[in-house]
């Protein structure tokens, strides 16, 4: 079943697609738009905070590394994991022990991570442990970084998700959820995609010939990945960067 079908030309136009040359200048380019955006953020009000979401897995790893470096007044700046095994941080695969690896360094060494693994309970309470603290985060958020999965998912939200539908409903007043799949050993904590389009701007860095193939027949609209979702509901601008 297509998720949310739509023309190509209803696509909002908000959604830029840029092509680098190399992954490296991606995630340069990347850094760089991010550290702009919550610049702006902080420079709103001097008690002001700044939120950045960001997602797990390898692509994000070396914009992590150029973003660590930049300048700007990171203890004001909290970092939300776009989703989360449930696993604690010193698991290798723990997505906010690869943000405290690479992200939370150098001059980035003073932000916070707002953690979505809870010790001590069970997945499916963490929901209504969590939306609490993601309200009291200054809203809406001032930058995400996403990924894409090659079968179209964000965040966590997969195409065999039985919750799939629920949790891309734009309007849905449900910030997280739990998520369990047949090809995942994990059970996951996933921001929904209302939650994610809560955002000042959306940067879904993306590599390889399959990864552009499922995002621009995404972008055409009648597919049934589930990140045609956030391009067709994208309220704030979007930009996507590419590289072989």
């Keep these: 079943m297509a998720v949310h ?23 340069s380019a990347a850094s760089d738009l991010l550290a702009a955006l919550i610049r702006k953020g902080l420079a709103t009000d001097p ?19 150029h973003l660590s470096a930049e300048v700007l007044d990171w203890s004001r700046v909290i970092v939300v994991p776009s989703d989360e095994r449930w696993v604690p ?4 695969d ?13 001059q980035a060494g003073a932000a916070r991570v707002l953690s979505l693994y809870r010790s001590g309970i069970e997945a499916v309470q963490a929901p209504l442990l ?4 993601l309200m009291n985060l200054s809203q809406p958020f001032s930058a995400a970084l996403l990924g894409m999965g090659e079968d179209g998912h964000f965040a966590s939200l997969f195409p065999d998700f039985d919750g799939l539908q629920s949790a891309l409903d734009p309007e849905s007043q449900v910030a997280c959820t739990m998520v369990q799949t ?21 940067v879904l860095l993306i590599y390889g010939e399959a ?3 499922v995002f621009e027949s995404a972008y055409r609209g009648g597919s049934a990945y589930p990140v045609e979702a956030l391009l067709h509901h994208a309220r704030a601008p979007l930009t996507v960067m590419w590289a072989p």
């Design 89 to 92: 941080d010193n698991d290798p």
């Design 182 to 202: 047949a090809g995942s050993p994990h059970l996951r904590i996933s921001l929904t995609l209302s939650a994610l389009l809560n955002c000042v701007h959306t």
């Design 211 to 213: 990864k552009r193939s």
């Design 94 to 106: 723990s997505n906010e022990g690869l943000i405290k690896r690479r992200l939370l360094q150098d």
């Design 47 to 65: 008690a002001a905070q700044a939120s950045l979401v960001v997602s797990g897995g390898s692509t994000p790893g070396p914009c992590f590394d």
């Design 5 to 27: 079908g739509f023309r190509i030309d209803q696509v909002p136009k908000r959604i830029e697609f840029r092509i680098f040359e190399s992954r490296s200048a991606a995630a």
């Design 130 to 133: 969590i939306e609490p603290d």
